[in-house]
């Protein structure tokens, strides 16, 4: 596939980007976990990144809190951890790029407007989708104040332009019409805070990253960063979306339904509850062993072909159970 043939000859890179608006829960640590496994899994590097742009939700300490409650549960990011607050002037160099070729242009819709004029987005089942954008100030703004910054989805409307097709190693082939499913979507919000879309594509692309692993609740996000990637001249990672832990009523395990902090006094026990959630027989009874297993046990779920780890540029024969402990 196109997306696998333009997947980048470099290192292993990946990444864990929590937003530090409360601790760790069972949830979060599935994610942490599997993006965790599988660089180790691949010879490769994990970063921690804490998303913290959206100022207003941010928890003071939280970020501190995640990084020990990580350590904790042997997983230690190889590397400074980096925070999306002090790297604003990457958003707005990419804000300006994409302004420059003509893709970015000021809304000055406010919300009530828009609630009036769209539609709900059709299957939205992401938290973060957002009510497709009727294209009311693309053709200018007429004397209103601007508000927020769009994305010009395609160059030419109704031409499908911005349908993406991509792979995720575990769900398989996907597609989404970004203009039809999502449209116009915000680059930089109303009170001057960059996107969480932008922001990663930016991120992701400074950082290296060759291989995203984190949760499905962000399936529905992955066209829309592919096109920000090909719009910016960035390269495409790889894409891994696992599975959620659920509530009785199906719903995703997340603060807002009431996952509770991670217990710290039992690490064992949590990453024993998150590798069942990835199917993964991991055994020991020692954190190094249980996570030397489950690296293991990553590698022969999750492992890439033979071809894809000879473009990462490693032997994955060499990048046997490595656990190495916290500094
Ligand atoms: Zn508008």
């Given at each position: 596939?196109?997306?696998?043939?333009?997947?980048?000859?470099?290192?292993?890179?990946?990444?864990?980007?929590?937003?530090?608006?409360?601790?760790?829960?069972?949830?979060?640590?599935?994610?942490?976990?599997?993006?965790?496994?599988?660089?180790?899994?691949?010879?490769?590097r994990?970063?921690?990144?804490?998303?913290?742009?959206?100022?207003?939700?941010?928890?003071?300490?939280?970020?501190?809190?995640?990084?020990?409650?990580?350590?904790?549960?042997?997983?230690?990011?190889?590397?400074?951890?980096?925070?999306?607050?002090?790297?604003?002037?990457?958003?707005?160099?990419?804000?300006?790029?994409?302004?420059?070729?003509?893709?970015?242009?000021?809304?000055?819709?406010?919300?009530?407007?828009?609630?009036?004029?769209?539609?709900?987005?059709?299957?939205?089942?992401?938290?973060?989708?957002?009510?497709?954008?009727?294209?009311?100030?693309?053709?200018?703004?007429?004397?209103?104040?601007?508000?927020?910054?769009?994305?010009?989805?395609?160059?030419?409307?109704?031409?499908?332009?911005?349908?993406?097709?991509?792979?995720?190693?575990?769900?398989?082939?996907?597609?989404?019409?970004?203009?039809?499913?999502?449209?116009?979507?915000?680059?930089?919000?109303?009170d001057?805070?960059?996107?969480?879309?932008?922001?990663?594509?930016?991120?992701d692309?400074?950082?290296?990253?060759?291989d995203?692993?984190?949760?499905?609740?962000?399936?529905?996000?992955?066209?829309?960063?592919?096109?920000?990637?090909?719009?910016?001249?960035?390269?495409?990672?790889?894409?891994?979306?696992?599975?959620?832990?659920?509530?009785?009523d199906?719903?995703?395990?997340?603060?807002?339904?009431?996952?509770?902090?991670?217990?710290?006094?039992d690490?064992?026990?949590?990453?024993?509850?998150?590798?069942?959630?990835?199917?993964?027989?991991?055994?020991?009874?020692?954190l190094?062993?249980w996570?030397?297993?489950?690296?293991?046990?990553?590698?022969?779920?999750?492992?890439?072909?033979?071809?894809?780890?000879?473009?990462?540029?490693?032997?994955?024969?060499?990048?046997?159970?490595?656990?190495?402990?916290?500094?």
């Amino acid at each position: 596939m196109a997306d696998r043939a333009a997947a980048p000859r470099a290192p292993y890179v990946g990444r864990f980007a929590p937003s530090p608006t409360g601790l760790l829960h069972a949830g979060s640590l599935v994610a942490a976990l599997a993006s965790w496994l599988d660089a180790r899994a691949h010879g490769g590097r994990w970063l921690v990144r804490i998303e913290d742009l959206d100022a207003p939700r941010n928890v003071a300490g939280a970020a501190e809190a995640i990084v020990a409650q990580l350590e904790s549960v042997g997983l230690c990011a190889d590397g400074a951890v980096v925070r999306q607050s002090q790297r604003t002037a990457l958003y707005e160099a990419a804000l300006q790029a994409l302004a420059a070729k003509g893709r970015a242009y000021p809304c000055a819709c406010s919300r009530r407007d828009l609630a009036l004029a769209v539609a709900a987005p059709a299957g939205a089942s992401d938290a973060r989708a957002e009510a497709i954008y009727p294209g009311t100030c693309r053709g200018g703004l007429r004397g209103k104040t601007p508000r927020s910054v769009r994305l010009q989805v395609e160059r030419v409307a109704g031409t499908g332009e911005a349908r993406i097709d991509w792979r995720d190693r575990r769900l398989g082939a996907q597609h989404q019409d970004v203009a039809r499913a999502v449209g116009d979507f915000v680059l930089k919000r109303a009170d001057g805070i960059f996107a969480y879309q932008l922001a990663v594509v930016v991120d992701d692309a400074e950082q290296g990253v060759t291989d995203v692993v984190r949760g499905e609740d962000l399936v529905d996000s992955t066209a829309r960063q592919i096109l920000l990637q090909r719009l910016l001249g960035l390269a495409t990672p790889r894409y891994l979306h696992t599975p959620l832990i659920r509530t009785a009523d199906g719903v995703k395990l997340s603060k807002q339904t009431g996952a509770t902090p991670l217990a710290l006094d039992d690490p064992l026990a949590a990453l024993r509850q998150a590798g069942d959630v990835l199917g993964l027989a991991a055994r020991g009874t020692t954190l190094a062993e249980w996570l030397a297993s489950a690296i293991g046990c990553w590698r022969d779920r999750f492992s890439m072909s033979r071809g894809d780890v000879d473009r990462l540029g490693h032997d994955a024969r060499l990048a046997a159970a490595r656990t190495p402990p916290c500094p």
